[in-house]
């Protein structure tokens, strides 16, 4: 299963960005897909995740910004993130989990400016 990442980039605080990731190759049924970022040397968090199910959880920090949303067709998952923080600059991964097993995305930046 490969992951691409696209979206990030330098953004003011309070505006706006949206983050894709399709996954593709050996995809036989997703049981998630999700947002984690990471600003080391703090541990990775799940900043928006979506069971197969459709159940959807976010970190409490972004609750009311940001949302997540799924492509069934195309295996696309996308974090639009709206009122953006400084708080909010990381390196944002991608993961999905297929059959148990969590592949992840290369990683993209965001940076949001004060």
């Known amino acids: 299963v490969q992951l691409q990442a696209s979206g990030g980039g330098l953004v003011q605080a309070g505006g706006s960005l949206r983050l894709s990731c399709a996954a593709s190759g050996s995809i036989v049924s997703i049981n998630f897909m999700g947002w984690f970022r990471q600003t080391p040397p703090k541990h990775r968090e799940l900043v928006a995740g979506?069971?197969?199910?459709?159940?959807?959880n976010y970190a409490d920090s972004v609750k009311g910004r940001f949302t997540i949303s799924r492509d069934v067709a195309d295996n696309t998952v996308y974090l639009l993130m709206n009122s953006l923080r400084p708080e909010d600059t990381a390196v944002y991964y991608c993961?999905?989990?297929?059959?148990?097993?969590?592949?992840w995305g290369r990683g993209t930046q965001v940076t949001v400016s004060s």
């Open positions: 993961s999905v989990v297929v059959l148990g097993r969590q592949y």
């Open positions: 979506m069971s197969s199910g459709g159940s959807i």
